[in-house]
């Protein structure tokens, strides 16, 4: 008798009357289990199904299916994000034939990482009710086998599938992680968040009415204006007033403002600093999104063109720095924190095999290291010039940095370099494991073949010269930003794994708001680009955090096998998150 093969995929999917089915593949795509169950029972299923076989499994979406699971309490290793999936693969230059793919146009629906979203409260795998985007993608079963099965046909015919099969996962596994992220949510101090308020702004203040060091803050403006009406929230009214004043600013950004010496720009600078944290985390924000003890924003995977996060609710990656002491770890537990010390700037060392450039950073600082190259007399220097090279800095002090690296590491600086030559004709660029940038609209093009023209004016001509410089710096920095995003991708899927090994506390160790799944054991709880925060019983905080450095070591190697490259972290473990 012949065994029966092993379930390598695991396809979810609506069937008819709102029923869930689920079709097991295994790996060469054959059907080898079918069942059907209504949504209540689903949970049981899938954590039977994991439990016995654990495979990958094939969701529509997981922002639709996963939150759902994870409220039940059942947690899954793997899975392949079809939407996510979709949005790489069709655009990707190592899948030349993507034409099946590009013609399932229902799987196109963008990201909206600008939409809040909100649970409804909708009855568990009401999919379009519980998805955060603005549209939904395809969730009954057969065409969700069908593009199952475009994918896999897309990754089979690729140019260097093996890197294009570490992006699918690294961005799968995201998919994943951005859900236990809002489930298991932020440990949140609203009291100490409130201090924080209080001393930056003044008491909470009634509704409507602006806190009193607001208020007298600017009246100081007012006064130093000669204007005692000027409203300080309206940039047109405040830039004529300025004007007024003699201050001759273009605009009211803080940069703009830092170039004058006069009595009203410095209380300004504070009335603007006051501003945005009441609006973008006063005490609205934390009503509206702490609760139990937990912050839970929305995180969107992808959400960025160049693979990078994005939030669709709470502003998780723009939390500043002096709200930090408000993360605050459950007591008998621990944060550890942990950032990655010049992200970017490795990544372009490590994709460019720049030997100068990788021995600079090497096991040190790299901005340091390049100052006792003798490249550059200071830090700040450095920074500058490296951040200039990448992204197009040519003006003020980076414009004078970034040759002296051009002559120091040209491997690093002719990878950015021909990134940028190729944007500014129109062509895309692609990062270190397959994402692509996207194609010029058509509009471009024109305009660039129209100032190519004999007849074309000198405005007409610079206004098609400076497009194509804005886009030349969009793809040189594509293409190290977009890798950097992939590393982290991969730090945080190797991370997640490790900890999800770890041994539950007892239950009266329990952090309860965490819920089911996370109350009992160490799990991340934040992420910002280059930074993780991980929330662990204080007897597991060192072994977290060196779970945390071995994910770094193993990204690296995942990502650049047999590059020196080092990726360090500057790691912490305390109860309270620090304002760096």
Not at 49 to 71: C, G, K, M, N, Q
Not at 205 to 233: F, H, I, K, N, Y
Not at 553 to 563: N, Y
């Amino acid at each position: 008798m012949t065994a029966r093969p092993s379930p390598a995929w695991c396809v979810l999917g609506r069937g008819e009357g709102g029923r869930i089915r689920l079709v097991a593949l295994d790996a060469d795509g054959g059907r080898c289990g079918d069942e059907e169950i209504d949504p209540d029972g689903l949970p049981a299923l899938v954590a039977r199904w994991e439990r016995e076989h654990s495979p990958r499994w094939v969701f529509s979406d997981a922002a639709a299916w996963y939150p759902r699971l994870l409220t039940a309490g059942v947690t899954l290793e793997r899975c392949h994000d079809l939407r996510l999936i979709h949005r790489i693969l069709r655009h990707s230059e190592l899948v030349p034939e993507a034409d099946a793919l590009r013609a399932a146009t229902a799987w196109d629906t963008p990201l909206d990482p600008h939409e809040p979203i909100r649970d409804t409260g909708a009855t568990l795998f009401d999919l379009e009710a519980t998805s955060p985007r603005r549209g939904a993608v395809p969730s009954d079963l057969e065409e969700t086998l069908a593009e199952h099965s475009r994918q896999r046909a897309a990754l089979r015919q690729a140019e260097e599938p093996a890197r294009l099969r570490l992006l699918v996962a690294a961005e799968s596994a995201g998919a994943l992680i951005a859900a236990e992220l809002q489930t298991a949510g932020i440990p949140w101090d609203v009291a100490e968040h409130d201090r924080i308020l209080t001393a930056a702004l003044g008491p909470r203040p009634s509704p409507g009415t602006p806190p009193s060091r607001m208020v007298s803050t600017g009246a100081e403006v007012r006064t130093a204006l000669g204007d005692p009406l000027v409203p300080l929230d309206s940039p047109p009214k405040l830039l004529r007033a300025l004007h007024r004043a003699g201050i001759d600013v273009p605009s009211t950004s803080q940069w703009e403002l830092q170039q004058h010496e006069h009595p009203a720009v410095e209380p300004l600078l504070r009335y603007k600093k006051m501003s945005r944290l009441l609006t973008a985390n006063g005490w609205t924000w934390l009503d509206e999104w702490v609760h139990e003890g937990r912050y839970r924003p929305v995180y969107v995977p992808g959400g960025v063109v160049t693979g990078r996060w994005a939030s669709s609710g709470g502003g998780a990656l723009q939390i500043p720095r002096q709200l930090r002491p408000a993360l605050r770890a459950d007591p008998g537990w621990r944060l550890i924190s942990a950032d990655v010390s010049q992200l970017e700037p490795r990544v372009l060392a490590a994709m460019s095999g720049d030997p100068a450039m990788i021995a600079a950073g090497a096991g040190k600082d790299l901005y340091s290291g390049i100052v006792e190259a003798g490249i550059v007399r200071t830090r700040q220097e450095a920074k500058i010039g490296v951040l200039g090279a990448l992204y197009g800095g040519t003006t003020g002090d980076s414009g004078r940095v970034v040759p002296r690296l051009r002559q120091n590491f040209p491997a690093a600086m002719a990878l950015v370099d021909d990134a940028a030559a190729t944007g500014e004709r129109g062509g895309t660029v692609t990062t270190w494991l397959g994402r692509s940038s996207p194609a010029v609209e058509e509009s471009w093009s024109q305009a660039q073949r129209a100032a190519n023209q004999p007849d074309a004016v000198a405005g007409q001509q610079e206004a098609a010269r400076r497009s194509a410089r804005e886009r030349g710096r969009f793809t040189r920095n594509f293409v190290v930003q977009g890798t950097a995003a992939e590393w982290a991708l991969s730090w945080m899927a190797a991370l997640r794994l490790r900890l999800a090994r770890f041994e539950e506390v007892p239950e009266s160790a329990a952090a309860a708001p965490s819920g089911p799944v996370f109350s009992r054991r160490a799990h991340l709880a934040f992420f910002l680009h280059d930074e993780v925060i991980v929330h662990a019983p204080a007897e597991q905080a060192e072994a977290a955090a060196e779970a945390i450095t071995q994910s770094a070591d193993a990204a690296g190697r995942l990502l650049f096998p047999g590059s020196p490259i080092d990726f360090p972290l500057d790691l912490e473990i305390s109860e309270r998150s620090a304002e760096k």
